[in-house]
């Protein structure tokens, strides 16, 4: 396994995951990397984050095609989730349990909690660390998107090591973002930021305000993340789209996702589909049954209004809706319009329950739901037409065209 080198003292060291398809339940239908980096001089070793339990020895083959892995002085952990933690205890003892793991006080705490048994010798970071003549410096990110997190820069290249921050889920033998087009990062990107940081765009806000008042912006010329690529060629792009996400900003999208029992809420869900459509809103039809909640979830980020359809199982709502709106839930999404619809048998909770979860949301929900009670007809579809009417016009009265 061979190293990457990104400048003359700072090297990729981390592990591609070409298998892995579920990231703590959102799909990662093209794998991930797990990002790690060696600062070498003839000073000071220093590694920054380490990797997934499981893909060790790949990181200490790279580094050993630099030098002796027990030469490593010290470990710089930014993240202290399993992904870039879960290989830590290893590695500490294959290069010395007694050398200095630095993180963030709530990375201490953290990974002395993950790690109990570990015997790690674990510190709080101050404000900076010498790397070997070079001091490496560390940015509170607090909650993005773990208690720990932490960025780290070192100023005298202008290199930013930023964690889960502007990452992607993508395993390829490429590391740096001219080696691949916008057209095929711009998608995994947006999907990244929607399934795991849509909860904290505010403190995102906050950071890139920071970064910017403090100087630190302009100075960036390579930005290191824990996932994905290297940003060595225009690292303003990805801060600049992270500036717009972060807005929450809707367009003129509707998404329309639903389950089905007997076909009845699908038919539902193709004529409010084709109504909106028609409306000039662009609409995207996601049956449960073969899109996975992370995909949907991708498609509700930019989406104005989230329109979910469910039936009725036994006084609930079906499973799988159920679990979409959990998760959907847990992203926190800002500036939403909502409206539910579903089919049933007799009692008819499916659809009410959806309308309560998007009011709890705090969701924009301009009508009551839409039910049909056994197997709507072409002749029972005036009050689906009215609500998919009421919801185009508050999309179009709410949202300026692209
Ligand atoms: Fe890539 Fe939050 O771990």
Redesign the pocket.
């Given at each position: 396994m061979e190293p990457i080198k990104i400048t003359d003292t700072v090297y990729w060291v981390g592990a591609i995951d070409y298998d892995i398809r579920d990231f703590h339940g959102y799909l990662t239908p093209r794998g991930s990397t797990y990002n790690a980096y060696l600062i070498v001089n003839d000073k000071k070793i220093t590694l920054i984050d380490t990797v997934k339990h499981g893909f060790e020895e790949e990181l200490l083959s790279r580094v050993s095609k630099i030098v002796d892995p027990k030469k490593i002085d010290q470990v710089v952990s930014n993240?202290a989730?399993m992904?870039?933690s879960g290989g830590l205890p290893e590695i500490m003892r294959h290069i010395g349990i007694d050398k200095t793991v630095h993180a963030s006080a709530m990375g201490v705490k953290n990974l002395g909690g993950q790690f109990k048994n570990a015997g790690l010798n674990l510190k709080a970071a101050g404000a900076s660390l010498d790397v070997g003549g070079e001091e490496l410096a560390f940015i509170e990110t607090r909650m993005i998107?773990?208690p720990d997190s932490m960025f780290s820069f070192l100023p005298s290249q202008g290199l930013l090591f930023s964690?889960?921050g502007f990452?992607m889920h993508l395993a390829c033998p490429e590391r740096f973002d001219d080696q691949i087009g916008e057209n095929t990062w711009g998608p995994l990107a947006m999907n990244y930021f929607a399934n795991?940081l849509t909860p904290y765009t505010a403190q995102i806000a906050k950071v890139l305000e920071k970064v910017a008042a403090d100087g630190i912006l302009p100075q960036i010329k390579i930005i290191c993340p824990?996932?994905g690529f290297v940003w060595r060629q225009n690292p303003g792009r990805i801060v600049e789209l992270y500036s717009r996400w972060v807005q929450q900003k809707p367009r003129r999208k509707a998404v329309v996702a639903f389950d089905t029992m007997w076909h009845s809420t699908e038919f539902m869900a193709r004529v409010l589909t084709d109504y909106l459509a028609g409306q000039g809103i662009e609409t995207m039809y996601h049956s449960l049954k073969n899109k996975h909640r992370s995909e949907v979830a991708t498609e509700c980020y930019e989406a104005a209004a989230i329109i979910i359809g469910s039936p009725t199982i036994n006084n609930q709502l079906f499973p799988s809706v159920s679990d979409l709106i959990t998760y959907i839930k847990s992203l926190k999404f800002k500036n939403k319009i909502g409206a539910a619809f579903g089919s049933h048998g007799w009692s008819g909770e499916g659809a009410k329950l959806v309308q309560a979860e998007l009011k709890a949301l705090g969701y924009n929900v301009p009508a009551d739901e839409v039910r049909f009670q056994w197997v709507p007809e072409e002749k029972d579809l005036e009050p689906l037409k009215a609500l998919g009417k009421l919801i185009a016009d508050e999309i179009k009265k709410t949202v300026d065209p692209d």
């Open positions: 993240h989730e992904d870039h998107h773990w964690q889960d990452g795991i824990d996932h």
